[in-house]
């Protein structure tokens, strides 16, 4: 039983960490409530950090080859259309891509390296113990590990840390897919109370997420409906391209933006987390997928350790600081984003300023993008 993990969760993180235990030797299974592994119509961003442990599982060739490089990042006056500030990227290893893509080239290297995945397996409760244990459909299952990779809505992280609430940040964001040509780079418009990120992604299409500060409340999670009307209201007044954009959606997913704690526990006896299940993060970065694929990689290291009590203290201990300073920034951005008045007009002159050295503000992100989990000695 010590050889073998069972996983909650089939997105990413869950994922990349039955492919990184299956690496080092360990045995793993996932359990998946939805009855297919599949996402929702949304791009990623993956930045060097995230590629590191892709590209150590043997997996960046065919990243490369299903994405498109992010060549800069650009701030844009969205009421204005004017220029603030675009950084280029440094590094190849800035990709854009579909979540579902990613998603597929995980489960296939998955399961070519022997990982049972079960679909359609509600995990209904957890409890640590000696062994871990589940109730599914009823029912008990006891297995040697497991770990949650099952985000926000974690069965497993109450069992390490009971209860705890969620505070609506007051503001409600928007997904949506269209067909579009648009520069390979990461474009932010920016405005009083709202903003619009858009990126393409492959095949001619582009991925949209608009955030908007409002009082009331919408529901968490990404799969409820969102009105395209609403969202062109929401971002009336946007100049060029975004207005263009606007005017040809024709689906799209809202979901109410919430602030989680960090886990105060993030493993226990027989079971840890990763991902949004240990520390949920506002989606202001673009980090959470890269955050979830370095804990992947780092909780696998851990599992393959003799002494595995020491193991998972070493990697909460290790992890816990870098993923509150990047949910720190991420909270940050959110607040910078959506200047207005004197503030904004002060901001925006000191962007264009910075235009004349871009470098010195991609230096802010060092510590984020170019740390690389995957050559830290074996936890």
Not at 224 to 250: K, M, N, Q, T, Y
């Amino acid at each position: 039983m010590r050889n073998y993990v069972s996983i909650v969760g089939a997105g990413i993180g869950g994922l990349t960490h039955a492919i990184a235990l299956a690496h080092r030797g360990i045995h793993s299974e996932i359990l998946e409530r939805a009855p297919q592994i599949a996402e929702v119509g949304a791009g990623v961003q993956i930045s060097p950090n995230g590629m590191a442990v892709l590209r150590a599982l043997g997996l960046g060739d065919a990243l490369e080859k299903a994405s498109i490089e992010s060549r800069a990042v650009h701030l844009t006056d969205g009421l204005t259309g004017r220029s603030l500030i675009r950084m280029p990227m440094k590094s190849r290893d800035y990709r854009l891509v579909h979540r579902a893509t990613l998603i597929a080239i995980l489960e296939g290297a998955a399961r070519d390296a022997g990982v049972t995945i079960r679909p359609g397996t509600r995990v209904e409760s957890a409890q640590d113990g000696t062994a871990a244990t589940f109730v599914i459909d009823g029912g008990t299952e006891e297995t040697g590990f497991a770990v949650g990779a099952d985000g926000i809505n974690s069965v497993l992280r109450p069992a390490l840390n009971g209860t705890d609430r969620a505070e609506f940040t007051g503001q409600v964001a928007w997904r949506a897919t269209i067909a579009a040509d648009a520069p390979p780079e990461a474009q932010i418009f920016v405005g009083p109370g709202r903003h619009l990120v858009a990126y393409p992604l492959s095949e001619g299409r582009l991925n949209l997420v608009a955030v908007e500060e409002r009082a009331d409340w919408a529901e968490e999670g990404w799969h409820v409906e969102g009105d395209p009307d609403a969202l062109r209201r929401a971002f009336a007044g946007f100049a060029s391209p975004v207005a263009d954009w606007l005017r040809i959606v024709e689906t799209c997913h809202l979901w109410g933006l919430y602030v989680h704690p960090v886990a105060r526990v993030w493993h226990g006896r027989s079971m840890a987390l990763l991902g949004d299940a240990a520390h949920p993060t506002l989606p202001f970065l673009g980090q959470g997928a890269n955050l979830a694929l370095e804990d992947a990689w780092c909780l696998a290291a851990a599992l393959s350790r003799d002494d595995r009590d020491a193991a998972l203290a070493d990697y909460h201990a290790s992890r816990a600081p870098r993923v509150a300073r990047a949910i720190a920034m991420a909270n940050s951005n959110a607040r910078n984003y959506h200047l207005s008045g004197a503030i904004k007009a002060a901001a925006h002159a000191g962007l264009k300023l910075a235009n004349l050295a871009p470098g010195i503000m991609l230096k802010r992100f060092d510590w984020l993008y170019g740390h690389d989990v995957t050559a830290e000695p074996s936890m």
